[in-house]
């Protein structure tokens, strides 16, 4: 989809044409992806530097999130850092400031921030859960690596694998019980 040359007209165009107008270099951008959302650093004129699967492979983009088993197969040679036009990343996504850490973590200068994006240019290792789009980006503008959508899905498979061990537990000592009783 490149550069929207005319007015936009989707909602998600005219939104994310607010959002570009006000964009700073070294800004954080997140765009909805469904169920999680896609990071990457705003270098200023319209472009972005973003992790993304070669080929596109793993950022096919639906509105409803189903592509993450796509971004859960993107094997770990098979992703770039890559630069790329706004809208080409933003497609029908909704893109969002995602500058929220700067109350509590101290930016790097902006100079800093896209140097470090630029210099990551090309093949890197990838993993859905510990080195994504998330933790580059803010790895290039606050020198952490860190993935809150990453953290939450640990956090929720965790819950549920306790679950599960708890009514698989269940079920076992059912199933003993009733064999000792009859």
């Not at 909602?11 to 700073?24: S, V």
């Not at 169920?35 to 793993?58: E, F, L, P, S």
């Not at 909704?94 to 921030?113: C, F, R, Y």
């Not at 306790?162 to 079920?171: A, F, P």
Request: net charge positive.
């Amino acid at each position: 989809m490149a550069a929207i040359t005319s007015e936009p007209n989707s909602p998600f165009q005219q939104h994310n044409k607010k959002i570009l107008d006000q964009l700073k270099p070294g800004d954080l951008l997140k765009f909805k992806r469904g169920i999680y959302y896609h990071w990457a650093v705003y270098i200023g004129k319209g472009k972005v530097i973003h992790v993304t699967g070669r080929d596109g492979q793993g950022m096919k983009q639906s509105k409803d999130g189903s592509d993450i088993t796509a971004l859960c197969s993107v094997p770990q040679d098979k992703a770039d850092v890559m630069e790329a036009d706004f809208w080409d990343v933003a497609g029908e996504s909704k893109a969002e400031v995602g500058n929220m850490k700067d109350e509590g973590w101290l930016p790097l200068d902006t100079k800093t921030i896209l140097e470090r994006a630029r210099k990551s240019l090309g093949p890197v290792r990838y993993h859905l859960l510990a080195d994504n789009c998330e933790h580059f980006a803010k790895w290039c503008r606050y020198d952490r690596s860190e993935s809150k959508q990453a953290d939450v899905a640990v956090a929720t498979l965790s819950i549920v694998v306790r679950l599960l061990s708890g009514v698989e537990m269940t079920v076992l000592l059912k199933a003993q019980n009733q064999k000792q009783h009859s």
